[in-house]
């Protein structure tokens, strides 16, 4: 089974902080994807990588930075924490390959005060 | 652009059949998914469907794919407490991104 992990369920942050969220996939997945969910709006995507050291960026790129060294590893960095940021972040992983679904992580719940 | 449009809400009671909607507007899209999300958790894959197809069954869950008016539907058969959760459903976008609805929340009564 795929397993995509993050490494917080529930972080708080202040305004102004910079903010890691983590995230690791065990399948050698090529593609990775961070999205944020708030209710009503879905699911939308913030960056997303096809390879390591590759980025590009998604529907709500703005204030977001994300940082892929190696295969397994996605990382979304908020430069500086604004209370507007406060959602349920989700990070995704995929096969390149055309019929291949998205397996997701559980999820971080990120508050900024 | 891209859009995938669901209604918010679905109420049914236990033992009956719930039938969720949604409505995408790219015709390119090659691959359609029903993910679910049970409370605090992340999105699980249901089930999804090549676009060569109009239907796909697998044990309870029967989806329903009308290419022309693209129109995709996800029915549940003899819904039980445990199905309670947001549905998503998801198109195929280029290069392997997905563009998802709002989510469906499905609340099954006793």
């Known amino acids: 089974d795929v397993k995509v992990t993050q490494s917080s369920r529930y972080l708080v942050k202040r305004t102004g902080e910079k903010v890691f969220l983590e995230c690791v996939q065990d399948?050698?997945?090529?593609?990775m994807f961070w999205y944020r969910q708030d209710p009503g709006l879905g699911l939308r995507l913030i960056y997303f990588?096809?390879?390591?050291?590759?980025?590009e960026k998604g529907d709500i790129p703005e204030g977001y930075s994300v940082s892929r060294e190696k295969k397994e590893r996605f990382s979304l960095i908020l430069e500086s924490a604004s209370t507007n940021q406060t959602s349920m972040y989700l990070c995704?992983?995929?096969?390149?390959?055309?019929?291949?679904?998205?397996?997701f992580g559980d999820g971080t719940r990120l508050s900024i005060l | 652009g891209e859009d995938v449009e669901q209604s918010l809400f679905l109420s049914v009671r236990e033992g009956d059949s719930s039938v969720i909607n949604c409505t995408y507007t790219?015709?390119?899209?090659?691959?359609l998914y029903w993910y679910k999300q049970e409370p605090g958790a992340g999105l699980q894959l249901l089930t999804y469907?090549?676009?060569?197809?109009d239907m796909k069954q697998d044990q309870r869950l029967t989806v329903l794919l009308n290419k022309k008016d693209k129109h995709l539907s996800l029915r549940i058969a003899d819904t039980q407490t445990g199905d309670s959760a947001i549905y998503f459903c998801?198109?195929?976008?280029?290069?392997?991104?997905?563009?998802f609805g709002q989510g469906t929340e499905l609340s099954v009564k006793p």
């Open positions: 998801a198109e195929r976008s280029e290069g392997g991104k997905l563009i």
């Open positions: 469907i090549f676009s060569n197809m």
């Open positions: 399948m050698d997945h090529e593609n």
């Open positions: 990588s096809y390879d390591v050291k590759m980025k």
């Open positions: 790219d015709s390119s899209s090659t691959y």
């Open positions: 995704a992983s995929s096969l390149h390959r055309d019929n291949q679904p998205q397996h």
